[in-house]
């Protein structure tokens, strides 16, 4: 891949957030953005060069971003991998981590082969399978479209099936239920000449929402060994280019793969003020064919998700509270719906005891 240098023309399919932050980062290094999608008020907009308002599987307009960008990324894992497949090294996160990614058994299965320890899992494809299990709890999951908590239930005991109301037929994974200590993820950017890789970050769900993501992850070395490992082989059997998430349970015996991301990911949001090079801004770099930088934790640093519920007191929270070592950012969304992801908060700090006092008068009601 050869490199580009401004003011290159970098295309993003998808313009919610992370191509917003995607955008920032290209913008403040001397890119062009075109951005395609079906929302002409998206975050990523008011920031195009070029907008491109279409829907995401919408081949011609995909064909048209493709045609005036230099490089071309993707921001979701809902992304056309068949369209992404044809445009080849244009796109040079590709085509295959996209598919495992848009399906949680194949994706559970690529990580078994490759030797990453995972949870029991089997496919779900009939009532009857589901009804033929024995060993409960169990966690029964979509294979497809499922995101923050949707498309996913917990199941205590077979006669517990009946009251969630399953559809079928359908296609579903059974994961054991795992009783996790913490959940980790790693967030690396493999370059053309090597992988860059940020500790792990520590994070907090709730109703299958990712709440809090601190950074560095409160876990032993060992642990930080396995997960990093794990990541760096699947990122390099991908022979994938940019930045990729995976997502771990951290237990007594050591780390379970959860699922992976092929793009930025909201843990890592943090590396903004809490990094010398973000997220976005090793993404920018990798894409477009620069050297490999290792980025560098300046301070500890704590995401907080605001959602929908969330903006109106949060915003009262930062005319009245201390914002020294705090950071607001707001994606500009339109409407504040119910667990809409409508901006986020960072703080940073020496320690990660000195990030939870300064992170306790911002925190959300949840």
Known sequence: MSRLIPPAMIGIIGGGQLGQMMAISAKKSGYRIAVVDPD????????ADEFICAKYDDEKALDRLVKISDVVTYEFENADA?????????????HQALRYSQHRLAEKDFARSLGIPCPDYVSIQRENDLHALEDFPIVLKTCRFGYDGKGQWLILSKA???KHRISFPNDYIA?????????ISVVCCRFNDGIAVYEP????????ILREATHPASVSSEIKTQAIEATQKI???????????????VTDDGILFNEMAPRPHNSAHGTIEGCDYSQFDLHVAAITGQAM??????????????????????????NRLDKQNVFMHLYGKPEARVNRKMGH??????????????????????
């Open 345 to 366: 908060i960072t703080v940073i700090a020496r320690s990660n005891e000195a990030l939870e006092e300064i992170a306790k008068p911002w925190r959300t009601k949840e």
């Open 235 to 249: 990122v390099e059997e991908l022979d994938y280019i940019g930045v990729l998430a995976v997502e771990y349970f």
């Open 40 to 47: 002409e008020n998206c975050p990523c907009a008011s920031l």
């Open 201 to 208: 970050f520590e994070n907090r769900h709730a109703q299958g």
């Open 82 to 94: 068949d369209l992404i497949r044809k445009y080849g090294a244009k796109v040079p996160q590709g």
């Open 293 to 318: 930088i290792q980025p560098k934790t300046r301070f500890n640093s704590k995401m907080i998700n605001l959602l929908g519920q969330d903006v109106e007191e949060a915003q009262m929270k930062w």
């Open 160 to 162: 517990d099936i009946e």
């Open 175 to 183: 994961e054991s239920f795992v009783a996790f200590t913490k959940e």
